[in-house]
């Protein structure tokens, strides 16, 4: 790492970072480079680096549908969270990947631009919203995308049109490219402010009512099957509350698992485990996580 400290002497680094700091679940290992760049030109380098010298790269987000293992991370971690600016040119809203997407259609409701209400209540970041396509309540991410500049594995900087961010649900272009996105820009209408502040009050009270946000969790852990719902197929299974030491399947919403104290990310993928058997068992349906898994084995 000498050669990037020196050519970048102000580049956050931290060696043997524990992931738990970062994670919404609270858990995982330790990172053995964790790395923040404050601008572009930064995390092209790193990344740049990184793919010269053969190091491992992890790209990490605002961690809240995310998983660490207590094995923690190799390599080096970059976490993209310092590139947060929001701004709006004409109808467009531009944000950084690590701008939250709470603080984005917030920004877009200040505005009156319509078409992120739907995302007023997800908790993850710009690049890891278009890395999985992230919606709620009937709207996706690739409903607004306009454009995203990204940058590839060897550090080519990208700027990508609509028409070559494909996505479909829970995916896209920059995931199965492994892209590292920098900035999005959303394509938003000009609208009164007073229905969107009300359907975001809708939706932001239909969320706290019927998600666990008084424990630390990892989301929604499970992609919705083909003419199921998870959470459903959990609950029928007489699985809420099973509990696998301080992981446990929420008493509130069954498609979300919960940290009830002292969860190791061990205990989270064999509770996970534990549900994808009993539901298979019942119900004869494959459930395929939705929650990213990364990291190594303690």
Avoid: W
Wanted: hydrophobic residues 40%.
């Amino acid at each position: 790492m000498n050669k990037i400290i020196e050519e970048y002497p102000n580049l956050l680094i931290k060696q043997n970072e524990p992931l738990s700091n970062y994670t919404y679940t609270k858990t995982g290992g330790v990172a053995d480079f964790f790395v923040m760049p404050r601008t572009v030109l930064e995390a092209q380098a790193v990344v740049t680096f990184a793919n010269e010298e053969a190091i491992p790269l992890t790209i990490l987000g605002n961690g809240s549908n995310l998983i660490v293992k207590d094995g923690g991370i190799r390599g080096i971690v970059l976490h993209l969270d310092l590139l947060h600016n929001i701004q709006r040119q004409d109808t467009h809203v531009i944000a950084g990947s690590g701008a939250k997407l709470i603080e984005v259609s917030r920004f877009a409701l200040s505005e009156s631009l319509s078409g992120l209400e739907f995302a007023c209540g997800i908790p993850g970041s710009i690049g890891g919203a278009l890395y999985m396509n992230a919606g709620a309540y009937g709207g996706e991410i690739s409903d607004v995308l306009a454009a995203a500049t990204v940058l590839t594995r060897k550090g080519e900087l990208l700027h990508l049109k609509r028409d070559q961010l494909a996505a479909k649900y829970r995916h896209s272009t920059i995931s199965e490219k492994d892209l590292i996105v920098l900035e999005a820009e959303f394509e938003l209408k000009l609208t009164e402010r007073q229905p969107i502040e009300a359907k975001m009050a809708e939706l932001t009270e239909a969320r706290e009512s019927k998600q666990p946000l008084e424990y630390p969790s990892c989301g929604s852990v499970f992609k919705r099957p083909p003419g199921h719902f998870a959470g459903k197929l959990i609950q029928d299974s007489g699985l809420q509350g099973k509990q696998i030491g301080g992981a446990q399947v929420s008493l509130k919403h069954a498609g979300f698992m919960v940290n009830v104290g002292g969860a190791t990310a061990t205990d989270y993928l064999e509770l996970i485990e534990f549900v994808k058997q009993t539901v298979k068992e019942k119900f004869d349906v494959e459930l395929e996580t939705e929650v990213k898994i990364i990291g190594e084995d303690a």
